[in-house]
């Protein structure tokens, strides 16, 4: 999910910075207001990745993972493909990583530093959507789509750890590029599980990427913490009419809850948000459920949310005390911190953004902005955007928001996000919107440009050990003052039945449609 938007801002960059560096036998020397200088090896993954037939190449992959449409822990195709490409590239792939069929580690590269890149594939439920339609048009109705972009950035981290790869090849460069392919981020499953397994030990600095509305980072906090836990009650079943007071509802346990969580409302820190959906409730009114379960949403800063939890589950308990009935099962499917970006890594990101800008969009790309845009009756007209962002600065005041996954990275290892382009400003995240813009030859420009500004960051974190020190010691010492400590309790394991009735419903139907319009 992403939790920002980044709005188009003032720096103005020619396209196609890159074709400006042409030269790559040797450091370009520059002035101090003009392009900063570029190595022959930054040189070398620029050039790789601004080859057409590469765009088109992970363009074309970004496409199909966008049709597999597959939802978080039952990705196999996205993952395989993904897998496939980066161990044809000649990376050595960790399949089924922390206990996940879906999730992987690519690596290439010897020694230090361990540069890592993360990437995720899943798709939303319910927002199947023709590419590059710019009204309402599903697929399959009721089928999942890609509402929020994720089929290109998985997608981006794979082109971009192998045209590291081309550096490593061709310089004998030092270092590793890890790719940690990560399931199921709609629901903020994989990165806590993945960091309990130890995957990122030896990672000295990892970049995140999402597509979005413009090209941009940031730094500081960001997002919710969240513990996301399913309770489930215990009760009695009996003839609804005949004899009801033999009978103890599980569904009454989960009403009273909520009522009870409803009126906790008001007495919870003020950046906290609550959300919950009733997943099992009876199956028909004339006989009482003796099994009812609601998954909860329980989300505040890291500091506040602990304590949350703990009064959410005295209403759980208060529900199934006031029933008769009981609290039979508590489930974490996952619990994530806030995230926390660094601000050196961004700094650095940042400037390789500046370097790459934003790409250039053609006429048929333009139209279709300015026709979604339209339909959407969006304050956004103006089509595409020409310019990247500037580097964001964390807001002084939090007031609470969405969560990602990628915030429990964030602590164990210095991280920032590259936000690349593609998705048409006032396209709506979550919605049909953005699955027709997720699709197609803008969403192929923005995934490379967002490409190039992660593989051009990770040769800079080989190429200057002064830069990483600096960003390892603002981690160290932010560590220092907020030691790490999973929220995942010791029993909990990753929910990979997640999604599964509904992918096996869906698989075949979208497998059966020509996607291509
Ligand atoms: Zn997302």
């Known amino acids: 999910m992403r939790l920002r938007i980044f709005r188009t801002a003032g720096i103005v960059l020619a396209f196609c ?24 090896e930054k040189q070398t993954v620029l050039d790789w990745l601004a080859q057409p037939q590469l765009v088109e190449k992970f363009g074309k992959i970004s496409d199909a993972i966008w049709s597999y449409a597959e939802l978080g822990m039952q990705e196999f195709n996205s993952s395989k493909l993904l897998a496939d490409t980066l161990e044809q590239a000649g990376f050595t792939v960790e399949r089924g990583a922390a206990g996940m069929p879906t999730c992987f580690v690519a690596t290439y590269g010897s020694g230090k530093p361990v540069i890592g890149i993360l990437g995720e594939f899943d798709a939303l439920p319910m927002l ?27 997608t981006a981290a794979a082109a971009a750890a192998i045209a590291v790869k081309e550096a490593i090849d061709k310089f004998k460069l030092p270092g590793t590029v890890k790719v ?63 004899a009801p007071w033999t009978g103890r509802s599980a569904l009454d346990a989960v009403e009273i809850m909520n009522v009870a969580t409803n009126f906790l409302r008001e007495h919870l820190f003020y950046t906290y948000r609550l959300h919950y959906i009733v997943i099992e409730g009876g199956e028909a009114p004339n006989v009482v459920p003796d099994k009812a379960g609601v998954w909860y949403y329980i989300r505040n800063t890291d500091e506040e949310v602990e304590d949350m939890y ?12 006031a029933s008769g009935t009981e609290l039979s099962e508590v489930k974490f499917v996952s619990a994530v911190h806030q995230g926390n970006s660094n601000k050196g890594m961004a700094e650095l990101i940042n400037k390789n953004i500046e370097l790459v800008g934003m790409p250039p969009w053609n006429d048929e790309e333009q139209a279709f902005a300015k026709a979604l845009q339209k339909e959407l009756g969006s304050k956004e007209t103006g089509g595409l955007p020409s310019a990247v962002e500037k580097l964001r600065e964390p807001s002084a005041v939090f007031v609470g928001g969405g969560s990602s996954d990628v915030g429990e990275v964030t ?54 050990p002064e830069e990483l020190k600096k960003i390892r010691e603002e981690f160290d010492k932010y560590e220092k003052e907020h030691p790490y400590k999973s929220f995942l309790p010791e029993d909990a394991k990753p929910p990979l039945d997640l999604n599964k009735e509904l992918m096996d419903k869906y698989r075949g139907l979208l497998q059966k449609i020509d996607i291509i319009h």
């Open 17 to 40: 910075a890159v074709i400006m560096f042409s030269a790559v036998d040797e450091a370009v020397a520059v002035s101090k207001d003009a392009k900063p200088k570029v190595t022959k």
């Open 128 to 154: 199947s959507q023709k590419g590059r339609v710019p009204r309402q048009d599903p697929i399959v109705a009721g089928a999942p789509g890609h509402g929020c972009g994720h089929n290109t950035m998985c």
């Open 180 to 242: 940690f392919g990560s399931p199921a981020e709609e629901t903020v499953v994989s990165r806590p599980y993945m960091v309990r397994a130890g995957l990122f030990k030896d990672v000295d600095a990892v970049i995140d990427n999402h597509s979005s509305h413009g090209f941009g980072t940031g730094y500081g906090k960001n997002g919710n913490a969240i513990f996301s836990v399913i309770f489930r009650f215990k009760g009695k079943t009996a003839h609804s009419a005949g």
């Open 411 to 464: 602590r164990v290892a210095p991280t920032a996000s590259v936000q690349f382009p593609g998705q048409v400003p006032g396209s709506i995240d979550h919605h049909w919107s953005s699955v027709a813009s997720n699709y197609g030859t803008t969403a192929w420009k923005g995934l490379n440009a967002g490409a190039k500004a992660m593989a051009a960051s990770v040769i800079d974190l080989f190429q200057k």
């Open 310 to 321: 703990q009064r959410v589950l005295n209403c759980a308990k208060a529900g199934a005390l």
